[in-house]
């Protein structure tokens, strides 16, 4: 119902007949953007029950995959509906503030999966990759909830903003959960 319900008022938005398919499109692949990010903290904290840790980890990447293709289709459909306009918002020039919080969503986001994609070729120590994956996506979520929220478009007002909220609330447990962040008592004996 919380990735649903955002999803379908969008699309008996009144402010959908002035606009292109193009844009439209780019519109939805930003709402859908939004509902992925539900359910990766659900699934990288290991919170949704009947789901095996094998299983999650698949899905999850999946989803990652999916949030970045869903990213290029938004900023993708958005250049062609008005170039300059996108090229305001990727150099921080454009005037309205959802903007900024997009883009650096949209940067964490690829960052997050470049990580992802490039782990074992960085080397990096598990702990090391796992603080920096978490911490992009935390930059993610948030700047997509404040990205989201800032923009008074095809989404209705509350169920994008019980969709945010939820984002942010899964997000804070499943880093509440994670052992990465504990501290250990290195120790002999």
Do not use: N
């Not at 290991?46 to 999850?60: F, I, M, N, T, Y």
């Not at 702990?127 to 095809?154: F, Y």
């Amino acid at each position: 119902m919380a990735i649903v319900t955002p999803v379908v008022a969008a699309g008996f938005s009144p402010l959908l007949a002035w606009r292109e398919p193009t844009y439209i499109v780019a519109g939805f692949a930003g709402v859908i953007g939004l509902a992925i990010l539900l359910l990766q903290p659900l699934l990288a904290g290991k919170l949704l029950p009947g789901v095996s840790e094998q299983r999650a980890r698949q899905v999850h990447r999946l989803g990652g995959l999916l949030l970045v293709l869903s990213v290029l289709v938004h900023v993708g459909g958005l250049w062609i509906t008005s170039p300059p306009d996108v090229v305001d918002v990727l150099l921080f020039r454009s005037p309205t503030p959802f903007a900024v919080w997009g883009v650096i969503a949209m940067w964490a986001v690829f960052a997050a999966a470049l990580l992802a994609a490039f782990r074992r070729r960085l080397r990096l120590r598990w702990r090391v990759w796992r603080l920096g994956h978490t911490a992009l996506a935390v930059i993610t979520v948030v700047g997509s909830v404040v990205h989201a929220m800032l923009i008074q478009g095809t989404m209705e007002s509350v169920s994008k903003a019980l969709l945010c909220l939820l984002v942010l609330a899964v997000t804070a447990k499943a880093m509440a959960d994670l052992r990465v962040w504990a501290i250990r008592k290195r120790g002999r004996g």
